[in-house]
């Protein structure tokens, strides 16, 4: 399982002209999630618990040592299975490793129920739809997270 996490002033996704998801007026975390043939429960349990304590927002000293629900966040979590493609083998990327859609579905649901339950508010894109997704990076700030 592998996440894009960016620390952002503003985000939201569109599906067909429609806001269906987005980070409230504090800003937050976007999360682009891809799920991996093979993932299970337990590397969403990992990869939720990994978001919701991250520690990428200032404290008073300047460092980055504070997570989203210290600093009164929210989090937009998007699935993308495009982040499992693979293009080692020339320039156009194979998805084989990533998970079916019946298979990320319910991964990437158990995702947002776990931060969730740390208290933070969670929206999300829509499974299985062309989005447009707007995300306004703050720092820039990206990390990579893989679970294996």
């Not at 682009?32 to 927002?57: P, Q």
């Not at 980055?64 to 979590?77: I, Q, Y």
Request: hydrophobic share 45%; net charge neutral; aromatic share 2%.
């Amino acid at each position: 399982m592998i996440a894009v996490v960016q620390r952002c002033t503003r985000g939201q996704v569109r599906v067909a002209g429609e806001v269906v998801g987005r980070l409230l007026d504090r800003g937050g975390l976007t999360v682009l999630v891809g799920v991996e043939t093979g993932d299970g429960e337990s590397e969403a349990r990992r990869l939720a618990e990994k978001i919701a304590k991250l520690r990428i927002f200032e404290d008073a000293a300047g460092k980055m040592n504070l997570s989203v629900a210290e600093v009164g966040g929210s989090v937009l979590v998007v699935s993308q299975f495009t982040l499992a493609g693979d293009a080692s083998g020339g320039n156009r990327p194979s998805f084989t490793g990533a998970a079916r859609p019946e298979a990320a579905e319910p991964l990437v649901a158990e995702i947002v129920e776990r931060i969730r339950s740390h208290g933070l508010h969670v929206e999300t894109g829509r499974f299985r739809t062309e989005m447009e997704v707007d995300i306004l990076n703050s720092g820039p700030v990206t990390i990579i997270l893989r679970v294996p």
